[in-house]
Nanobody, 126 residues
Framework: VQLVESGGGSVQAGRSLRLSCASS????????MGWVRRAPGKEREGVAAIVTLGGTTYYDDSVTGRFTISQDNAKNTVYLQMDSLKPEDTAMYYCALRVIGCRSGAVIANPDLVNYWGQGTQVTVS
């Protein structure tokens, strides 16, 4: 499985960015895809996740109401729409894939459950 992210960048607080993650390789319909971020000097933090079969979504409390995760199954692509960005959202954002489901959102609290990782895309909010 390969995950390729795009869409990061530098923006001012209050603005928006959209991240994309295209997956390729052996994919299954019941997998979980999402985003994990790591800010300098901090632990990894699960941000959002979506079950590819059915579209159930999960969010970390820090982004609820501001970030939206969505998918285009025909393109094997997941998106993260980030609105009302704050300086504390500054981090490297990694696309993440867990082969068998999101474990009822547990993957948000425990990124160790992720099976595959993208290379990361930087988001900087000033």
């Amino acid at each position: 499985v390969q995950l390729v992210e795009s869409g990061g960048g530098s923006v001012q607080a209050g603005r928006s960015l959209r991240l994309s993650c295209a997956s390729s390789g052996s994919v299954v319909s019941t997998m979980c895809m999402g985003w994990v971020r790591r800010a300098p000097g901090k632990e990894r933090e699960g941000v959002a996740a979506i079950v590819t079969l059915g579209g159930t979504t999960y969010y970390d409390d820090s982004v609820t109401g501001r970030f939206t995760i969505s998918q285009d199954n025909a393109k094997n692509t997941v998106y993260l729409q980030m609105d009302s960005l704050k300086p504390e959202d500054t981090a490297m954002y990694y696309c993440a894939l867990r082969v068998i489901g999101c474990r009822s959102g547990a993957v948000i609290a425990n990124p160790d459950l992720v099976n595959y990782w993208g290379q990361g895309t930087q988001v900087t909010v000033s």
